[in-house]
């Protein structure tokens, strides 16, 4: 299994970026897909997820209306819109992906099973 992240970079803030996480190795239709994000010095924190094959989403309160999560089966890419970008969104942000059994909660590092090598957005004010 193969997470690829892409399309970190440096932005002002209240610019906007498109993060995208292209999967491969398995299925991924039971799966769920994840975005963390780890700033220096930080623990790596939950930013959002989507289910793949239901669409549905869970954010964190922190980027609730400024990000947007989303799938493309046929291109089996996840997407992390994010906008109104604040300095405090500086962070390695991550994919990663968790198989349909796992009982841990979904915004937990711990309860997924593969993840992305991560790429980097700077914010500056």
């Known amino acids: 299994v193969q997470l690829q992240a892409s399309g970190g970079g440096l932005v002002q803030a209240g610019g906007s970026l498109r993060l995208s996480c292209a999967a491969s190795?398995?299925?991924?239709?039971?799966?769920?897909m994840g975005w963390f994000r780890q700033a220096p010095g930080k623990e790596r924190e939950f930013v959002a997820a989507v289910r793949w094959s239901a669409g549905s989403t869970h954010y964190a309160d922190s980027v609730k209306g400024r990000f947007t999560v989303s799938r493309d089966n046929a291109k089996n890419t996840v997407y992390l819109e994010m906008s109104s970008l604040k300095p405090e969104d500086t962070a390695v942000y991550y994919c990663?992906?968790?198989?349909?059994?796992?009982?841990?909660?979904?915004?937990?590092?711990?309860?997924?099973?593969?993840w992305g090598q991560g790429t980097e957005v700077t914010v500056s004010s």
């Open positions: 990663a992906a968790r198989g349909p059994s796992t009982t841990v909660l979904i915004t937990q590092v711990r309860g997924y099973d593969y």
């Open positions: 190795g398995r299925t991924f239709s039971s799966y769920t």
